[in-house]
């Protein structure tokens, strides 16, 4: 069984940075897309960023691009999700998912197993 664990949120100034890690257990696939979403309360869950296992390529919302870089380490099976200049905007849960069936890197539907999620707070 899948299990994602997500941690390294918190409060942070505006400008700063965070790294998210999500400690993924349990899976054994070759193809698949692992990622990151958040959800703000009353508002629809959406994708941050995304990367396809089988070659490596990532996605990133067009919000966070060039601030926030997504990267794994497969030897201690964490993805990690690293923000920087951080925006008040920023502030949500941010949640690791993954998508087992390959393809859609985002499609929310696809994307299964789900982490716990981890509150980042981005104020002065």
């Known amino acids: 069984q899948v299990q994602l664990v997500e941690s390294g949120g918190g409060l942070v100034q505006p400008g700063g940075s965070l790294r998210l890690s999500c400690s993924v257990s349990?899976?054994?696939?070759?193809?698949?897309?692992i990622g990151w979403f958040r959800q703000a309360p009353g508002k629809e869950r959406e994708v941050v960023s995304s990367?396809?296992?089988?070659?490596?390529?990532?996605d990133y919302a067009d919000s966070v691009k060039g601030r926030f870089n997504i990267s794994r380490d497969n030897d201690k099976k964490t993805l990690y999700l690293q923000m920087n200049s951080l925006k008040p905007e920023d502030t949500d849960v941010y949640y690791c998912?993954?998508?087992?069936?390959?393809?859609?890197?985002?499609?929310?539907?696809?994307?299964?197993?789900w982490g716990q999620g981890t509150q980042v707070t981005v104020s002065s």
């Open positions: 998912a993954l998508n087992r069936v390959g393809w859609g890197m985002r499609m929310l539907a696809l994307f299964e197993v």
């Open positions: 349990g899976l054994t696939l070759e193809y698949y897309i």
């Open positions: 990367l396809k296992n089988i070659d490596g390529s990532t």
